[in-house]
């Protein structure tokens, strides 16, 4: 579903954000891509998504080259962002209906697509509501039901659950894993929360300084009675990272 080879990114002032990145990502599997500050994580899932451009090596996204097929991957991925980009007091479905139509569906196929979407995610008979009246959780789901109107095979999410409570977490959690398991769905997901990767994760990748540097199940990966927090600290370092180091050029 994915495969990179070599994926790298410099920016014009230099800087290696991402250094020769190989990644394998079988279709079915959820994944969690896993970094501190400044890694190369976000600069590598917005390659993936075609968001940015690379600057060395080669990748296949959801079957089509990243570079030379960029519209035939937009069609197959869906892409969930850190924040959420619903407008607070619109009505839902008018939206749904418009990011149907950007994947090239006629607004009477996104409208018919619509409840089927939502009755997934546990959001049957809100369409109709604002953004602002709903709970962080259903926010969130909503994020995610605009990110599925178009079927996609392959489904990015970055931080899907930063801010949520923890039952609104463990709720999107379940949500995830029926995508999987009921759709065949593949999840490529980025956390800073190491229960969520241990829990949700099928496999984990950590990448550092722009390279992968451990991957595996995380079984596999807590070895010795260490938790993912351990492996993930014993790997990149306890020391805190320049926040400013990141600055135009992606976590």
């Known amino acids: 579903m994915i495969e990179t080879r070599s994926l790298s990114k410099t920016f014009d002032n230099g800087v290696h954000a991402v250094d020769g990145v190989d990644m394998t990502v079988r279709p079915g599997e959820i994944v969690g891509f896993l970094g501190p500050n400044g890694a190369g994580k976000t600069t590598t899932m917005r ?16 079957g089509h080259d990243l570079v030379r097929e960029p519209r035939e991957v937009r069609r197959r991925i869906g892409y969930v962002a850190q924040g959420s980009g619903l407008p607070p007091v619109t009505p839902i479905r008018g939206e749904l209906e418009v990011q149907g139509m950007l994947y090239g569906l006629s607004r009477a ?33 909503f994020d995610i039901a ?23 977490r463990a709720n999107l959690w379940d949500h995830i894993r029926s995508l999987r398991d009921r759709q065949g769905m593949t999840v490529f997901l980025t956390t800073h929360y190491l229960d969520e990767a241990d829990a949700l994760c099928d496999r984990v990748m950590i990448i550092d300084r722009g390279r992968i540097v451990a991957q595996g199940a995380p079984a596999e990966l807590k070895t010795g009675g260490r938790t993912l927090d351990d492996v993930f600290l014993d790997i990149t370092g306890r020391s805190l990272r320049e926040e400013n180091a990141t600055i135009g050029q992606g976590a």
């Not at 993936?48 to 996204?61: C, D, S, Y």
């Not at 409840?115 to 259903?138: F, I, W, Y």
């Not at 605009?146 to 609104?168: N, R, Y």
Request: glycine share 10%; hydrophobic share 45%; net charge negative.
């Open 47 to 62: 390659m993936l998504t075609t968001l940015l451009r690379p600057t060395g090596g080669t990748a296949t996204v959801a």
């Open 109 to 141: 196929d996104a409208a018919a697509r619509i409840p089927g979407v939502l009755e997934r995610l546990d959001l049957a008979g809100l369409a109709d509501q604002a953004p602002a009246t709903l709970s962080g959780g259903r926010r969130r789901r």
């Open 146 to 168: 605009f990110a599925l109107l178009h079927d996609p095979v392959l489904l990015f999410l970055d931080e899907p659950t930063t801010g949520l409570d923890p039952q609104s």
